[in-house]
């Protein structure tokens, strides 16, 4: 099995893709001569020439329109953001065209494209550059947004989301890109709406994801096990579609559920999971579900009031022994 | 007027008593008819009330303490009333201290927390008159039948909570039973028997060296008493149980064996005209029987009904004497842990007990044809003294027609 960093299993997804496919291309600012902001598109250039691996000037909103009237016409872009912060001045785009233009033209036209780059807080990088948007996105019906917390499963889902037909919304972590993990020899993919179980344990559930999963949830995890707590550890992998089952089948076993995401807690994706967990099996919950979110502020530059911001494995920790009514 | 509160004999083969909870201190002003301790005696745990109202002046044997029947634990009187003479006349040490007694028990599990105890303890939580327990806390406690309002939430604002269950179900669902406390590898450990243990210990050796036993087993279809409950639960929507159908079936064959329903009483034997039916329960540290009244009269639902409140309270040890004495019959049964056949020892002073294995799926062989078949084992133990092999066998068989025949146990009178 190779051991390959997250970066290069996102490299190798999108290569292998264009390999497949002579529709699929790439477009965005600096993946092509820079060989990508964070050189997930290294190589490309080279291997595919300039019709496959387009840099564009600073103009999301631009370059987003292009991919989706491309894969209107029958092209399969990809279209990198360089942070998904960026996203935002493209937000119209996405939202109102990419969304809707399946059902608002009645079926006639579908969007097959993804959008990806990394999201989320990395070191510093201040208020406007340091979102996790994941919840804004999967608010919206016509999105999927898809969330790897590792290298196998960003290969495998960055490869399922090249092949959807309608948009993806794929967001990384700059943080994770050099983190290694062991990925399947030869073609793979991974479905939309499976979750993963991280490990398995039968005091309490966390489902966490992306990079606060593997930053702050395991390590969380390792901690309550030496204390003899047993976490049910749930990675979703997609945000939207959600494994709903996998999480329900987890709660009826712990009967206490903790949400760890690095969005703000006001309608964030850990809400949707609280409601429909208190919807579906509120007859297993021992405890009110807790979550470990962002405080709710813009994230501060200063690196200690940013830690202070952010989800801890000391949060998790806390509100795991809340869920467990632990003193 | 002082009184003194004398340890009292909660069952007929109690000796002497364990003081599990005192419910008032030194000083607290009691009412008569309100309890004032509850006691664990060889068969449960009971509560007892004050007889008289007063001020608790003084505790004899603390929490945790034993003594015998008859010896003072207390002392009720008025608040400047002169008890010396009282104190004077009753031994300076009592029966046993409450420090020695307490690392000893480790074998007693924690009583469940009883209604009038838990009113006192959260009142100040249920100001509304609503009971706070979480989802789980409600479903377990239907379950259950337990009564969310008896039980005492250990939970934020008194929330009752699944642990607040178990702790009120006996602690019967918690992976590991807290009486087996472990013993550290390599060493020997005594423990002190509970009371429950030592009336087992005495009662069996005296069943044992006393009534000469012998032992019938019989293979009993168990294909038709399937299709039978199945059929029940179905049209009643209800959760008979094979031990109801058991139950049932011994209690009709009892009522035509009126040797096997008996006690030997020396020079005669005494046989019943009815047919009390214990069934054995298994407990953290001992087993007991409770008793299931005329079942020859009552029907299979009603046993059924009857059977689940009875062994609910026996794990919970809130049976009263006469739930677990007055047997005629007593029905042990051990299928659920797979065990097919094993002999059991005779509940005096019952004349035969049944022990019963598990229904086993294997070849049979019908109408002379090897076909897959469902078999249940019973042996009767039967006290040679009054019951011989021939009666214990023709008791078997006709257990076995009724069972193989289940419908013969539905009243269509």
């Not at chain 1, 290294?42 to 595919?48: A, D, H, R």
Request: with cysteine.
């Amino acid at each position: 099995m190779p051991t390959v960093s997250l970066r290069e299993a996102l490299h190798q997804a999108m290569d292998e893709e264009m390999a497949r496919d002579e529709r699929v291309f790439l477009v965005g600012e600096e993946v092509a001569q820079y060989n990508g902001a964070y050189k997930v598109s290294q190589g490309l250039l080279q291997k595919w020439g300039p019709k496959r691996i387009v840099d564009t000037p600073i103009a999301e909103s631009g370059f987003a329109g292009i991919g989706i009237g491309a894969a209107m016409v029958g092209l399969r872009p990809i279209v990198e953001f360089m942070t998904w912060n960026f996203s935002l001045v493209a937000f119209d785009q996405i939202v109102n065209n990419a969304a809707k233009m399946l059902s608002m033209s009645g079926g006639n036209f579908n969007v097959p494209i993804v959008f990806r780059g990394p999201g989320g807080a990395a070191h510093s990088l201040a208020a406007t550059h340091s979102q996790a948007l994941e919840s804004l996105y999967a608010h919206f019906p016509g999105l999927k947004v898809v969330m790897p917390s590792n290298p196998k499963d960003a290969k495998g889902l960055l490869k399922t989301a090249i092949r959807d037909d309608n948009p993806v919304v794929f967001i990384e972590s700059e943080m994770m890109y050099g983190e290694k993990g062991d990925i399947p020899e030869g073609e793979y993919t991974i479905p939309f709406g499976v979750g993963n179980v991280i490990r398995e344990g039968s005091d309490v559930t966390i489902v966490s994801w992306s990079k606060v999963l593997q930053h702050v949830a395991v390590k969380a995890a390792d901690q309550l096990a030496n204390d003899g707590i047993s976490v049910d550890l749930i990675d979703p992998r997609t945000i939207r579609p959600m494994d709903w089952e996998l999480i329900f089948e987890s709660v009826r076993k712990t009967n206490r559920l903790v949400i760890v995401e690095e969005g703000w807690p006001f309608a964030g994706v850990g809400a949707q999971i609280s409601h429909e967990v208190s919807k579906n099996v509120f007859d297993y919950l021992d405890a009110p579900v807790e979550r470990v979110t962002q405080e709710d502020v813009p994230l501060p530059y200063a690196h200690n009031l940013e830690v202070a911001s952010l989800p801890s494995v000391e949060k998790v920790i806390n509100a795991v022994n809340k869920v467990l009514y632990r003193e | 007027m002082a009184t003194k509160v004398a340890m009292p004999k909660l069952s007929d083969t109690m000796t002497e008593g364990v003081i599990l909870k005192w419910r008032y201190k030194e000083g607290d002003k009691v009412k008569q008819g309100e309890t004032l301790v509850e006691i664990e005696s060889d068969k449960a745990d009971m509560e007892l009330e004050a007889f008289d109202s007063g001020i608790l002046r003084k505790i004899f044997v603390a929490e945790g303490g034993k003594a015998a029947i008859g010896a003072p634990i207390a002392i009720i009187a008025e608040a400047n009333e002169d008890i010396t003479a009282l104190l004077k006349d009753t031994p300076p040490t009592p029966p046993v201290k409450a420090q020695a007694a307490e690392p000893q028990r480790p074998v007693v599990t924690t009583p469940p927390p009883s209604p009038a105890n838990t009113a006192a303890a959260s009142t100040t939580q249920r100001t509304d008159g609503r009971i706070k327990a979480s989802p789980l806390a409600r479903k377990l406690a239907t379950e259950n039948r337990i009564e969310l309002r008896s039980v005492s939430g250990s939970g934020p604002q008194g929330r009752v909570i699944k642990r607040d269950i178990e702790a009120a179900l006996g602690g019967k669902r918690s992976p590991l039973p807290q009486s087996y406390a472990p013993v550290t590898p390599g060493t020997a450990q005594d423990v002190e028997l509970s009371p429950i243990r030592k009336t087992i210990a005495k009662r069996m050796t005296e069943s044992k060296q006393t009534a000469p036993h012998f032992y019938v087993t019989v293979e009993i279809d168990m294909e038709p008493a399937m299709a039978f409950r199945e059929q029940l639960n179905k049209i009643y929507e209800s959760k008979i149980s094979f031990t109801d159908i058991l139950v049932k079936a011994c209690a009709t064959t009892l009522m035509s064996h009126p040797h096997v329903n008996a006690t030997y009483l020396g020079d005669k034997m005494r046989q019943y005209g009815y047919a009390h039916v214990a069934v054995a329960v298994a407990l953290d540290d001992g087993l007991v029987t409770p008793v299931l009244r005329n079942c020859e009269q009552k029907g299979i639902a009603r046993i059924n009904q009857e059977l689940r409140d009875l062994v609910e309270r026996a794990r919970n040890r809130k049976l009263k004497p006469d739930e677990y004495s007055g047997a005629t019959f007593t029905i042990s049964n051990l299928g659920m842990f797979g065990v097919d056949e094993f002999l059991a020892i005779i509940n005096p002073p019952e004349g035969a007990i049944l022990a019963v294995g598990s229904i086993e799926e294997k070849p049979v062989v019908k109408a002379g044809q090897i076909t897959i078949g469902h078999t249940m084992r019973v042996t009767l133990s039967a006290d040679h003294r009054i019951i011989d092999g021939a009666v214990a066998a023709r008791f078997l068989q006709d257990l076995k027609t009724h069972l193989e025949n289940p419908v013969s146990l539905v009243s269509i009178s």
